[in-house]
């Protein structure tokens, strides 16, 4: 993602659940998105990844803003069956559409993952009407930072690109340093150079 208000490429899914039909990017065009790519073992996203994303998914109305989780799976792979999630969507009442990422078959990152540059989870990724990555992040974010964000690119088309800085928003936020394993905030990936090799396969 060397632009970062390039449009997306389509995400890989092998299964979707909590919805009727399958979602593509582009059948999401002239809606907001914001993109939650989360594991059920991961802590940060059980803890404050996932209950944020159903809030939003409350707070704003569907007709403006599309909210979809992302299981992206890069470790522990024989346990995050799609078993497994249906029950795990279940118990914690998660309403939003989740799209299971498609599996690259070697026991590396699932393909949206590495399609996306994503280093761990929880990420997210806000995309805005015409379908830009107006937020590219990694790890914690707080409420208000995103809930701003959403709120004025849902207000209308007024919203420049340069207006980011104005919010202390940038395409790509991360949090400093290689998150390696999980810690109690997120669940990075073990290695960059992952996703580098990954690509270049």
Known sequence: MNDPHSALPEW????????????TLQGLRGRVVLLHSFQMLCPGCVAYGLPQT??????????????????????HHAVMT???????????????PIGVDE?????GPSLTMTLYGLRGTPSCLVLDRQGRVRMHHF??????????LLGRLIAGPSLRLDDDAALGIHADQTPTGDAVGCAP???????????ADARSK
Not at 103 to 107: A, K
Not at 185 to 195: K, R
Request: proline content about 7%; some cysteine.
């Open 12 to 23: 890989q899914v092998s299964t979707w659940l909590n919805t009727p039909r399958p979602l």
């Open 54 to 75: 159903e809030r939003v998914r409350r707070a704003f109305p569907e007709s403006d803003l599309a909210v979809i989780g992302l299981h992206t799976v890069f470790e």
């Open 82 to 96: 799609i078993e497994a999630l249906r029950a795990f969507i279940h118990e914690y009442r998660w309403s939003f």
């Open 103 to 107: 599996p690259d078959g070697r026991g």
């Open 139 to 148: 790890g914690q974010i707080d409420d208000l930072v995103l809930g701003a």
């Open 185 to 195: 905030g997120s669940c990075g990936l073990p290695c960059d150079a992952s996703i």
